[in-house]
């Protein structure tokens, strides 16, 4: 295997997604190439043309700029969609870093999802108390609880945005009390820092996205080689 392709809502590169992918990959020789739906637009363009509208489905994600920009997901999917067309040329298989719902996606390559891919950990722990869940928006909190229900269990909400000045460690206040078996940070925004900050203020088990789906990607792709 040459390369993965790694894709986000945002512009690349994200360092700190590179970051997380590279001891999984570098020592084996594996090259990321990194792509964003947003590449190429300016921040004026994106925040007149791919802003939510009231009651829409939204995403956040970091700009090279540094600047946090919140889009409407019907946008983000033609984006995404080309960008992953782009990298089939470039590379073996392509993730998607972005825990939002894109069932609708398609790639002769093996594709993955990290919303598909946390939901089965989640399964994978049978959990019978609750789930705490952190997201980086109040106005997400509905959409990624409905997400979450599959699994029968108790969901309680957080927020905090990865992008910014949020308190996690108050979030994560809010969310032990409630005594949840996990707590999962629903962003590939939220790094591993902010993980042991949510670990040490809740005294919970901590499932962070940016250092599951890396190791869960190598593992894959390793066994089928």
């Known amino acids: 295997m040459s390369a993965l392709g790694v894709v986000t809502i945002g512009q690349a590169p994200r360092e700190d997604i590179a970051q997380s992918f590279a001891p999984h990959f570098d020592r084996a020789g594996i090259g990321i190439v990194q792509a964003g739906a947003l590449d190429g637009l300016s921040e004026d363009a994106i925040r007149s043309t791919l802003a939510p509208a009231e009651g829409e489905t939204t995403y956040i994600t970091r700009l090279l700029s540094g600047t946090s920009v919140e889009l409407a997901k019907r946008h983000v999917v033609p984006l995404l969609q080309q960008r992953v067309n782009e990298l089939e040329s470039q590379c073996a298989a392509v993730v998607v870093v972005c825990t939002g719902d894109f069932p609708m996606l398609t790639s002769g390559l093996p594709l993955f ?30 959409d990624i609880s409905a997400k979450w229900d599959e699994l029968g269990v108790t969901i309680h909400t957080a927020v905090a945005t990865p992008y910014g000045e949020a308190d996690l460690a108050a979030a994560a206040a809010v969310l032990a009390v409630h005594r949840p078996e996990l707590i999962v940070l629903d962003c590939m925004g939220y790094t591993a820092a902010h993980g042991q900050t949510v670990q040490e203020a809740s005294g919970c088990e901590v499932l962070v996205p940016q250092e599951f789906i890396p190791r869960y990607v190598a593992q894959k792709l390793g066994e089928a080689e």
């Open 113 to 142: 999802f990290p919303d598909q891919l946390l939901l089965q950990a989640a399964r994978d722990r049978q959990l019978d108390g609750s789930l705490g869940l952190v997201v980086p928006l109040s106005r997400q909190t509905e």
